[in-house]
């Protein structure tokens, strides 16, 4: 009796386990039946990450600019005693005599701000570091996210081809889709857009900095300010040679200190505008946005082709 109670009480448990797997199974919850995620379940948690992580690079690459305005200021008392001293008086007076070129001081205090405190030529390098390692950021980002994704799917190479290819084949599928996403939706998105870049943002920079500084037509008649549109900084010069025609000849406290001052605030607005731009101009975080948006939609379609499929369409960008 006892034997017959436990074989029965043993069939009662074999059915509610048999009951309990269908149950599960029916919604979706048992493992016996589980299924492979799709290609957007996959991709989306890597292409998420990605997309924060380069969005906050968009803010911060900026370092190769701070570092040489940071040098500029530094040097802007060494450029207000040259520009106060006697050198820059005597120009003033022969740009005053008849019959003479009348642009000497202008070029003089062009020259000692170039070399003293900050060149064209450097501003350009600056800017073009800072958009390069953005886009290498981007580069890195990506390939850190293909190494995740391949072993998301290791386990899955039976339906995701991804999980069976080495990382230099996931690189290389990964470029070759986003290149031909690029050629499909008409994005132009190229890795060597930084020295046009550079110009972009300089040219739209500086004329701003030269409205809003005030610099006076007849300043920059003279040709000080001739360098905008080839990266040069004849926008502050020419506020300074303002600053400097009036403090030579004029009885101000401490000449020097209010020049210097008003060097460093001026090269601090361009420095911002620059970096972060604002509501009338595009800095390079603007800029830096508009790629970081750009190549994100790349990337999904890169990703989503490498788990065999593809989006419904490919947004145009022109």
């Not at 690459?61 to 006697?86: C, M, N, V």
Request: hydrophobic residues 40%; aromatic residues 6%.
């Amino acid at each position: 009796m006892k034997k017959r109670a436990t074989w029965g009480l043993f069939a009662v448990v074999i059915c509610l386990l048999g009951l309990s797997t269908l149950w599960f199974d029916k919604l979706g919850l048992g493992t016996s039946k589980s299924r492979t995620p799709s290609p957007e379940t996959i991709a989306a948690p890597h292409l998420e990450r990605a997309e924060e992580s380069i969005s906050k690079a968009a803010r911060t690459h900026f370092q190769a600019i701070e570092t040489l305005f940071d040098r500029s200021r530094s040097q802007s008392p060494t450029f207000a005693k040259s520009a106060l001293g006697w050198g820059s008086k005597w120009r003033i007076i022969a740009d005053a005599t008849p019959f003479t070129r009348g642009d000497r001081h202008a070029e003089y205090l062009k020259e000692q701000f170039e070399v003293q405190v900050l060149k064209g030529e450097d501003l350009s390098k600056a800017i073009e570091q800072a958009v390069n390692e953005f886009l290498a950021e981007i580069r890195n980002t990506e390939s850190k996210m293909l190494v995740d994704l391949r072993v998301d799917v290791e386990d899955l190479k039976s339906t995701y081809e991804l999980g069976q290819m080495d990382t230099a084949e996931v690189q290389s599928h990964f470029d070759a889709a986003v290149e031909n996403a690029m050629l499909i939706s008409g994005n132009d998105l190229q890795t060597n857009i930084s020295s046009q870049l550079v110009s972009i943002v300089v040219g739209e920079v500086l004329t701003q900095v030269a409205i809003r500084l005030g610099v006076s037509a007849g300043i920059l008649g003279t040709g000080a300010a001739s360098g905008w549109f080839t990266l040069g900084v004849g926008v502050i010069v020419g506020l300074v040679i303002d600053q400097i025609v009036s403090a030579i000849w004029t009885h101000i406290s401490d000449p020097q200190k209010n020049l210097e001052e008003e060097l460093n605030v001026q090269l601090k607005v361009m420095q911002r505008l620059i970096c972060f731009g604002d509501k009338d101009t595009k800095g390079l975080l603007q800029h830096f946005e508009e790629i970081a948006r750009s190549r994100a939609q790349l990337r999904r379609v890169a990703v989503l082709k490498l788990l065999g499929t593809a989006p419904d369409s490919i947004p145009s960008t022109k």
